[in-house]
């Protein structure tokens, strides 16, 4: 797929104010800073369409961008920033929940893990409930410039490992970085792929 056109609507925190075409939608989400708003720049071939920040938990809106005039890429807030308030946390996890739960033309969520890092529990415990809530979803190792094939190798295994204690067989997985556009072109067919098997369905 080629990106053509990518657009930004609406930043939103009101479930009932997101967009209302019936188009699919493909959110992505991941620890704060785990290198999201890169990764969405590196897939649309902006520089600025997400703003990228080097404080983590700047995201804190859910933020809709029309790809193509046919999709909807959403850049939802990140998840265990530890210096937000107790309060905000609860309200970030509200609207995150909220809005996977009730989206009807969501289509899949790309969760974004830091390739460089073991197995983190809070991770595996969100990966494990939309498991629990049958909400399709693949992995989307980045940062993975950093490190050499070996270490990647390993660091997937370790995933895999520590997966399939819990789940019968692992999601997709994406091997991705923003400085070298690793994954881009994968990350793309696999949402064309997706958009051909829902249409006419939404």
Same mark, same amino acid.
């Given at each position: 797929?080629?990106?053509?056109?990518?657009?930004?609507?609406?930043?939103?925190?009101?479930?009932?104010?997101?967009?209302?075409?019936?188009?699919?939608?493909?959110?992505?989400?991941?620890?704060?800073?785990?290198?999201?708003?890169?990764?969405?720049?590196?897939?649309?071939?902006?520089?600025?369409?997400?703003?990228?920040?080097?404080?983590?938990?700047?995201?804190?809106?859910?933020?809709? !961008?029309?790809?193509?005039?046919?999709?909807?890429?959403?850049?939802?807030?990140?998840?265990?920033?530890?210096?937000?308030?107790?309060?905000?946390?609860?309200?970030?996890?509200?609207?995150?929940?909220?809005?996977?739960?009730?989206?009807?033309?969501?289509?899949? =969520? !790309? =969760?974004?893990?830091?390739?460089?890092?073991?197995?983190?529990?809070?991770?595996?415990?969100?990966?494990?409930?939309?498991?629990?809530?049958?909400?399709? !979803?693949?992995? =989307? !190792?980045?940062?993975?410039?950093?490190?050499?094939?070996?270490?990647?190798?390993?660091?997937?295994?370790?995933?895999?490992?520590?997966?399939?204690?819990?789940?019968?067989?692992?999601?997709?997985?994406?091997?991705?970085?923003?400085?070298?556009?690793?994954?881009?072109?994968?990350?793309?067919?696999?949402?064309?792929?997706?958009?051909?098997? =829902?249409?006419?369905?939404?």
């Amino acid at each position: 797929m080629k990106i053509k056109k990518a657009e930004f609507v609406v930043s939103n925190s009101d479930i009932s104010k997101l967009p209302g075409d019936p188009i699919p939608e493909y959110a992505f989400i991941g620890r704060s800073n785990v290198g999201k708003s890169s990764l969405i720049n590196m897939l649309t071939n902006h520089k600025k369409l997400a703003k990228t920040s080097s404080t983590p938990g700047k995201t804190q809106l859910i933020n809709h !961008f029309k790809i193509n005039d046919n999709w909807f890429l959403v850049d939802l807030p990140g998840y265990g920033y530890a210096k937000t308030s107790k309060s905000k946390r609860k309200e970030f996890k509200k609207l995150i929940t909220d809005y996977l739960k009730s989206r009807p033309n969501l289509v899949n =969520v !790309f =969760v974004l893990v830091d390739g460089r890092l073991d197995p983190q529990k809070i991770d595996l415990d969100f990966m494990e409930w939309l498991g629990q809530n049958r909400i399709p !979803f693949s992995i =989307v !190792f980045t940062k993975l410039d950093k490190l050499s094939s070996n270490e990647i190798a390993k660091n997937i295994k370790k995933y895999q490992k520590k997966m399939l204690e819990r789940w019968e067989s692992m999601p997709k997985t994406f091997k991705t970085s923003a400085v070298t556009k690793t994954g881009q072109k994968e990350i793309l067919d696999y949402i064309e792929q997706l958009n051909e098997m =829902v249409k006419g369905k939404l």
